[in-house]
């Protein structure tokens, strides 16, 4: 009798540490969000306690004029959008055929309880209001064609602001009943890995 587990390819770990992110959404004169609209941007920041790529901090920002990225490793955030954000449904409706890069340092303020604030020089994120806190597992998160092992506690929220070189970009993020609590386009994951 075989009493062996199945064999399995094995995931090699990619990324420890925190990913925030913010879809903006049109909103009317009155600040309502427009019903249908697409996101104009998607803004992620990544906080790496280790990576494959490198540690620290880096945003990325996604419109449909080009992706930018703010840190102090141009690699690192590269890598981050090539391989991991441009895969997020929230990103893809944004290309990425390139990447613009703009070094910035941050200071970051993280709450569970509260959310998240990223200022930098010359960007900045917040992203606030924690509506909810669950376990998040996907053995098989899609990466394009291929596909990581993801795990995080989600914490989506309420709102979120995005500024680039002191202009506060407009939007709001949106709210939307998922199947295990609220979800929205504001969100923090902390305590993530993923393994490719």
Known sequence: MNTSAAVTARRSLA???TNAGLALHPVDAGGLLLPGEPASCFASFWMADWSRWGVGHALLVATRQ???SYGTDAFFAASLATELTRHFPEAARFPLD???????????ELDAGQGLRATGRKAELEISGVLDRRQFAAPNFQLGN??????????PCSTGRLTEFG???????TMYPGPLGPASSAFLAVAESRAL
């Open 15 to 17: 990324f420890i540490g």
């Open 66 to 68: 080009g992706w930018r």
């Open 167 to 173: 202009v506060e970009w407009p939007g709001a993020a």
């Open 146 to 155: 291929a596909s990581a092992a993801l795990s995080n506690v989600y914490l």
């Open 98 to 108: 390139g990447i613009s890069h703009t070094g910035d340092e941050f200071d970051v």
